[in-house]
């Protein structure tokens, strides 16, 4: 199943540190972002239930990159449309 909201959001950016952002596809602008509990050196998910688009990321830092260590699974939900 594609994601519902698949216009809404052009990326989903991680960093070297622990912040998360969603970018609009039209605007190029920050929708949305969070700091993450440990650093956020993983690859991003997305997946769908019942028509509501998830976004989803381990944030288990990494002492090279010098972010808190952590083991925490961070789940976003978009909003209903």
């Known amino acids: 199943m594609r994601p519902k909201y698949r216009t809404l959001i052009k990326k989903w950016l991680g960093s070297a540190g622990r912040i998360s952002r969603a970018v609009a596809t039209r605007s190029g602008k920050t929708v949305w972002q969070d700091v993450l509990p440990a650093g956020g050196q993983a690859t991003p998910m997305s997946y769908s ?33």
Request: aromatic share 10%; hydrophobic share 45%.
């Open 49 to 81: 239930v019942d028509g509501r688009q998830y976004l989803a990321i381990m944030a288990g830092g990494h002492h090279f990159v010098r972010t808190p260590i952590g083991d925490a699974l961070v789940v976003y939900a978009l909003p209903k449309r």
